[in-house]
């Protein structure tokens, strides 16, 4: 079994900033790339950032310049600092965790922090 938990989810003013964090714990030999996804009331899940074990990140176009992804292998936590925050951004974020076991790839997903950007 695999826990995801996220936390730093909260309200904040546009232009503010907030720090989300997810930690994983359990049986999590075998974690590759981890991730922030975010879902707005009405709309699809969207990625937001992805960060390899090596530290490459790649970002959603919407966020790029103001969010940056980071993360601590040894603590197996990922990070989302997100800046300059628009009301645009308003949505629940999602942690997600991918692992791989020989050929057996694992997704596990936290249960999601609400992030409300006021105008």
């Known amino acids: 079994q695999v826990q995801v938990v996220e936390s730093g989810g909260g309200l904040v003013q546009s232009g503010g900033s907030l720090r989300l964090s997810c930690a994983a714990s359990g049986s999590i030999v075998g974690i590759n790339a981890m991730g922030w996804y975010r879902q707005a009331p009405g709309k699809q899940r969207e990625l937001v950032a992805t960060?390899?074990?090596?530290?490459?990140?790649t970002y959603a176009d919407a966020v790029k310049g103001r969010f940056t992804i980071s993360r601590d292998n040894a603590k197996n936590t990922v990070y989302l600092q997100m800046s300059i925050l628009k009301p645009e951004d308003t949505a629940v974020y999602y942690c997600?965790?991918?692992?791989?076991?020989?050929?057996?790839?694992?997704?596990?997903w936290g249960q999601g922090t609400q992030v409300t950007v006021s105008s």
């Open positions: 997600k965790v991918d692992r791989q076991i020989f050929s057996a790839k694992y997704e596990h």
């Open positions: 960060i390899t074990p090596g530290g490459r990140s």
